[in-house]
RNA sequence: GGCCCAUUAGUCAAGCGGCUAAGACGUCGCCCUCUCACGGCGAAGGCAUGGGUUCGAUUCCCGUAUGGGUCACCA
């Protein structure tokens, strides 16, 4: 068989050779143990979770060895390719503070390794196919969909592993005649690896995170180009990966089963293999003792989007997902609150070689940890922000006043156990909306253990004394001595040490006081939430509910 | 079904032949307290299973079970 004049057949169009391609991708010069890794999606729908969680160990791992993050589009598959995916992915990923040193950028690229968009890359691809068909390593192959399908039937039959190789490739062998009648027939074709591998030897291959690895050589005639020329993900992989210096392909491990035909095509092609990190998936519960990967169909969750939407701060989700990457983050975010998650050594060996629950709840603990330690000033940014796209109604009220909002936000923040009343800027609206009348509940639920006219006569007597230059302490006197003027406890310990003697306790006096006022059982601190609302706000407030109370 | 991977509390996990088996989230209780949110203290809860190897196995080996992934001209 002539190999030259089989490639010749196949793919006429393509004049370069390897070499001319190889001059165009020169070595990188970057420093020892630098290294080079690509977050590579395919454009068919939103950034999943777990992209984001891949892509962060990408730039983190880059970025910490003065190495290279590369952005890279698989849209090998015009069929489920979703038109402004591609702009999406990096809008979010812009949003989560990922940055890539080269790759696609909103109307093209950046860097001297592209073009980074695959189906941009079709002349490359070809030339190293044709190459292989030279060196008779690959062939073109003729079969329809439904000669395949046949071959699958007739496979499970005889229990046989299913595909295309060896005696079941009717086009490995064929002849030059062949070939030339079925191009001269107009066939479709696709070309293939012509596989040398024998699926009974087994060897150990070394995955950066999964550690040593069984493998099964493969024996699949795996199609490297489809019939519109363009390359599977396989034979793209491997091209793109070497031809961009790639030194570390982190994906996830639903890549482990096919990287036998990923070994044989780097081979087959003489590329030096990178190495491979293959990071566990993201799971969810499903059902009451089933977990499952979280799925980018099922889970509105899967989508970064959602998280933006629901009012997760970024650095939040981010900040979760390093908890997930390295166990160890959480240990190191405890002795260094205030660093910046950069800062964190992050290690492959750290890596969790099994896939981990997304846990929301713990999620939103961390939230509540990143947002608590904000000034006022962030806060109220980062809501107004939130609130302007998510709940434009509240944005107005939020931000009609900046100082009144910021001074409320201010509240119990910047200590050293500063507040942690949310975790999400969606439940700023609940926590803050009584400070503005547009929100305040007039009709707020006093304890049913007191009577109305009881709660009534107190608040009477409150306004009588109530000053709103009052320090805090004689502030909080003057609700000690209502308290005992209507028989409740001026301490809870001395209502707990006798109760029987006491109405109540200066507790009580105090949450009708706040139930008028802010129209919740709960609330930060009255003294300072009485003097951000102001001195008339208040008494009309109280005014407002003594008249409430008396019908 | 074949192949591959995994298995420490409800969850994330330290552990890498000898420990009363860390820690975090969640749950529960107590304390603090003008309520709440914090904060402090404490509690419940775990090495899937059967064989080996070994003086000794959570740790090493084999089997079993369970869970997951994957078997396309999708990535």
């Not at 105090?510 to 008028?516: L, N, T």
Request: hydrophobic content about 35%.
């Amino acid at each position: 068989m002539n190999y030259n004049e089989l490639a010749e057949l196949v793919l006429p169009n393509i004049k370069t050779t390897p070499e001319d391609i190889e001059k165009r991708y020169p070595p990188r010069e970057l420093p020892e143990g630098a290294k080079v890794t690509r977050f590579a999606p395919s454009p068919t729908g939103f950034l999943h979770v777990g992209g984001l969680f891949g892509c962060l160990t990408d730039e983190r791992l880059a970025h910490q060895s003065n190495g290279v993050v590369i952005l890279r589009i698989e849209d090998t598959d015009s069929k489920r390719e979703v038109t402004g995916a591609t702009e999406l992915f990096i809008e979010n990923l812009n949003h989560y503070g990922i940055h890539f040193d080269e790759g696609a950028v909103v109307g093209g690229d950046k860097g001297n390794y592209g073009p980074y968009r695959q189906s941009e890359r079709a002349e490359i691809y070809q030339t190293f196919a044709k190459q292989l068909i030279r060196e008779g390593k690959a062939y073109p192959c003729f079969l329809t969909a439904e000669e395949i399908d046949e071959i699958r039937k007739q496979q499970e039959e005889k229990k046989l592993l299913p595909g295309i190789y060896g005696e079941w490739s009717k086009w490995r062998n064929a002849s030059i005649e062949e070939v030339k009648e079925a191009l001269a027939a107009k066939k479709e074709f696709v070309v293939r690896l012509k596989s040398t591998g024998d699926p009974s030897n087994h060897f150990k291959f070394t995955d950066m995170i999964k550690g040593t690895i069984d493998v099964t050589e493969n024996n699949i005639d795996e199609v490297l180009l489809k019939s519109d020329g363009i390359p599977t993900y396989h034979f793209a992989h491997a091209v793109d990966d070497h031809l961009m210096g790639t030194t570390h392909v982190i994906r996830g491990d639903e890549w482990l089963p096919s990287l036998p035909k990923h070994i044989e095509i780097f081979n087959a092609l003489g590329f030096k293999l990178p190495k491979y990190c293959h990071t566990a998936a993201l799971l969810k519960m499903d059902g009451p003792d089933s977990k499952r990967k979280l799925s980018k169909r099922k889970d509105p969750e899967a989508d970064v989007a959602f998280f933006t939407k629901e009012g997760y701060s970024s650095e939040a989700l981010l900040e979760y997902l390093m908890t997930l990457l390295n166990s160890n983050f959480e240990d190191w975010r405890m002795a260094n609150p205030d660093a910046s998650i950069t800062e964190f050594p992050v290690s492959l060996k750290k890596m969790s070689v099994s896939g981990a629950l997304f846990d929301i709840v713990k999620l939103y603990d961390v939230c509540k940890n990143v947002l608590c330690r904000k000034s006022a000033e962030e806060i109220y940014n980062e809501t107004s922000d939130w609130a302007k796209i998510y709940s434009p109604d509240f944005y107005r009220v939020f931000t009609e006043n900046p100082d009144y909002t910021k001074n409320f936000l201010s509240i119990g923040r910047g200590t050293a156990k500063p507040r942690k009343d949310f975790g999400l800027y969606s439940e700023v609206q609940e926590y803050s909306g009584f400070m503005f009348d547009e929100y305040y509940n007039e009709n707020g639920e006093y304890d049913e253990r007191f009577d109305n006219s009881l709660i009534k006569d107190v608040l009477e007597q409150y306004l009588k004394v109530y000053d709103y230059n009052d320090e805090q302490q004689d502030w909080f006197e003057k609700i000690k001595d209502v308290s005992e003027k209507f028989g409740f406890a001026r301490e809870t310990k001395q209502y707990k040490a006798s109760p029987e003697s006491f109405k109540g306790h200066v507790g009580d006096i105090s949450s009708f006081i706040r139930v008028a006022i802010t129209g919740k059982q709960n609330s930060p601190d009255m003294y300072q939430v009485m003097k951000t609302l102001g001195y008339d706000k208040v008494v009309e407030r109280l005014n407002k509910q003594i008249k409430r109370l008396s019908v």
